[in-house]
């Protein structure tokens, strides 16, 4: 048995460990906590090893405004795939406009990257993620209030004093602050070896408890309404399917020499939606509370299944990615997995067209009859 399928059956054993224990976690701040403990301790010491351990180079750079333009091509073509679909229904509209765009990497893709790509590759996903995050907490929250003053004109509060509060969030994240410190540090030419030994100890310890936590609370988050289900597994298997042509397109055009890089760019693309635009949803619904479902800005429980379906959907797909090692980093391949997908996305929603077109067919016939 190769090391990759040792390591899928592994990680999905975790999974299920966390699904056993769904009864164990009884309301959503016990999960809440757990992903704290992730975000705040686990994530931000491997990020910080990671970068520590690479050589600073200037290409760097260019990975956060290659990650802001995937986040704005997805905000473009996502009111396309609500088209498709014929979704409708304003307020669930608006919330997976904002949530598709948006890319939760920390939960999805790191543990992964950094197990099969090692940490190079994870530093390179934690610079990228800095462009995302400026979309999913700036961007997406002035689009957010956007649509609310739009929906609500007689409301009009000051956006100034909000947009500094999450300015403040940003900066002060932990994750943004290792990442600053450690890119001091490089610049200065300390490595991670330079670091004292107890620190070292630390941060390894840290660091290892990174990928068994974020499984087991991939196991313990998930939950999706099946009234739902089938939209919403549609929707996101499309926008993945989408994604994945996306990069088909940029492999075709870039000769890449090292494989790892398409893997790289393959999975962060793959990344589950981000919990913050869900914070920005929540917001703004605490503030329509009088008012009644269809006329709210945003679907508050619409949102939480997309977020719940989005992250299992998405470890799946990048676990399906590794374990095929290299097949995958071919522009071919890569055209044909996110065919694929996107046909998996459309089958279920084109077999009720074909059914109700079968329906009024069989109507018109009654009548001509008549």
């Not at 990020?47 to 990650?67: D, G, R």
């Not at 802001?68 to 009111?79: E, K, R």
């Not at 450690?182 to 030419?189: D, S």
């Not at 959907?313 to 071919?332: D, G, N, Q, R, W």
Request: aromatic share 12%; proline share 4%.
């Amino acid at each position: 048995m190769s090391e990759s399928i040792t390591k899928i059956i592994s990680f999905i054993s975790f999974i299920l460990i966390g699904v056993l224990l769904k009864r164990k976690f009884s309301n959503r701040e016990e999960l809440n906590g757990l992903k704290k403990i992730i975000l705040l301790l686990a994530l931000p010491a491997t990020i910080f090893i990671s970068l520590l351990k690479i050589n600073l180079q200037a290409n760097l750079i260019l990975l956060p405004f290659l990650a802001l333009g995937l986040n704005m091509l997805l905000f473009v073509i996502t009111p396309t795939l609500l088209i498709f679909l014929d979704i409708k229904d304003k307020p669930q509209v608006n919330t997976a406009k904002l949530l598709l765009p948006s890319l939760a990497p920390g939960l999805s893709c790191f543990p992964f990257i950094f197990e099969f790509l090692g940490d190079s590759y994870l530093a390179k996903a934690a610079m990228a993620d800095l462009g995302n995050k400026f979309f999913v907490l700036f961007i997406l929250y002035i689009v957010a209030i956007k649509w609310y003053y739009r929906n609500h004109s007689d409301r009009q509060e000051p956006l100034k004093e909000k947009i500094k509060s999450l300015g403040k969030v940003m900066l002060f994240e932990p994750i943004n602050i290792l990442i600053v410190i450690a890119l001091i540090f490089l610049i200065f030419g300390i490595s991670f070896y330079d670091l004292p030994i107890f620190l070292q100890d630390n941060l390894n310890r840290l660091a290892a408890m990174l990928t068994p936590m974020v499984l087991l609370f991939i196991g313990l988050a998930i939950k999706v309404k099946r009234k739902s289900f089938i939209q919403i597994f549609s929707l996101l298997m499309l926008r993945y399917g989408v994604t994945l042509l996306l990069v088909g397109c940029i492999v075709s055009l870039v000769q890449f020499t090292v494989s790892d890089d398409v893997l790289f760019m393959l999975v962060f693309s793959l990344s589950a939606c981000s919990f913050w635009p869900f914070a920005h949803i929540s917001s703004i619904t605490s503030k329509e509370i009088d008012l009644k479902d269809g006329q709210k800005t945003f679907d508050i429980d619409y949102a939480l299944s997309l977020l719940a379906l989005s992250l299992p959907l998405s470890v799946l797909l990048i676990l399906a990615v590794f374990i095929s090692e290299k097949t995958f980093t071919t522009p071919k391949n890569i055209f044909l997995l996110a065919f694929c997908i996107i046909a998996a996305g459309i089958i279920v929603p084109f077999y009720k067209w074909a059914k109700n077109g079968a329906q009024i067919k069989s109507k018109f016939s009654r009548i001509e009859k008549y």
